[in-house]
């Protein structure tokens, strides 16, 4: 079984070849590096991962993401995030993909500023830009991470529903909560999502989706839900590498331990959900 990490930033410390926005939060040296993902990797016997670009970060400026996703194929594939309202977003996805192993593309609503993602503006994921988009991806035959919170998972159905052939991921479950609880919300309308065949969930939110300290027991039983409404075939694993950033309640060994031992999952599960599910997504299995 090649493990894959199915959630991974990656991060340059050289600021002067890759600047990052004045917003972005200031991560410490060598934390969130090619080297450390790989000892990370390691460490805890994970073979291959999918390296998401940083948008809070690097904006919409993918050049870290690609030269390392070029660098260091076969055991990394990369995922791009595109400005939607760029018309010169599609031409640039499919030079990406033949040029640069990018093999998904991180969609956001339309209606972001320039050179950044912003929750808190006033967008939409059913607009014609970004349906292009999701109609390029789907042309070349690479998976779209949707990258939502709850109140636009009408619109998410809506895109479902017209590219029914498109492999879809749904980052964070729609960040669900395990204070929440099962009958939550977005818990909620992430299981109903699962009617769609062609929906995956990423199950990167056992740590980072509770208030508890590990094991973080109110978050599993959340998790099971999901594999259970999805099915394996449908479900990854993500660490949010680095942890020490994203998850400091637990290492990057450790997340994966939990997710393996917490979740009660089966041999063939944890077959299908940390290598076969993202090797068929992401590595042309």
């Given amino acids: ?46 073979q291959r991962v999918v390296a998401i670009h940083t948008s809070m970060t690097y904006g919409f400026d993918n050049r870290f993401l690609t030269d390392t996703a070029r660098a260091h194929a076969p055991w990394m594939a990369g995922v791009c995030t595109l400005h939607p309202e760029d018309p010169e977003s599609p031409d640039l996805l499919r030079r990406l993909v033949g040029e640069a192993n990018v093999r998904g593309m991180r969609s956001v609503p339309a209606g972001q500023p320039e050179r950044h993602l912003d929750y808190s503006v006033e ?22 991470n949707a990258l939502i919170r709850l ?22 479950c729609m960040f669900a909560h395990g204070s929440d609880g099962i009958e939550g919300e977005t818990l909620q309308k992430t299981l109903h ?33 999901v594999i259970d409404a999805y099915g394996p075939d449908r479900c990854v694993w993500g660490s949010d590498f680095p942890c020490e950033f994203y998850t400091p309640k637990t290492t990057y060994a450790g997340h994966l331990e939990l997710f393996r031992q917490e979740l009660g999952l089966s041999v063939a599960e944890q ?10 997504l992401w590595f042309g299995e």
Avoid: C
Wanted: glycine share 4%; no cysteine.
């Fill in 271 to 280: 077959e299908a959900i940390l290598s076969s599910t993202p090797g068929r």
């Fill in 151 to 172: 109140p636009l998972a009408d619109e998410l159905e809506v895109m479902l529903g017209r590219h029914p052939n498109l492999s879809v991921v749904l980052d964070h």
């Fill in 1 to 46: 079984m090649k493990i894959t990490d199915a959630h991974a930033h990656v991060f340059s410390d050289d600021e002067a070849r890759y600047p990052i926005l004045d917003s972005a939060r200031k991560r410490p040296a060598h934390i969130g590096t090619v080297p450390h993902l790989q000892q990370q990797m390691a460490s805890a016997g994970v």
């Fill in 193 to 225: 999502l699962a009617r769609y065949p062609n929906l995956h969930a990423k199950l990167t939110w056992l740590v980072a989706g509770s208030d508890q300290e590990s094991p973080f027991a109110d978050t599993p039983p959340l998790l099971r839900a």
């Fill in 123 to 144: 967008k939409h994921l059913d607009d014609p830009r970004v349906d292009a988009l999701w109609q390029t991806a789907e042309d070349l035959g690479i998976v779209i």
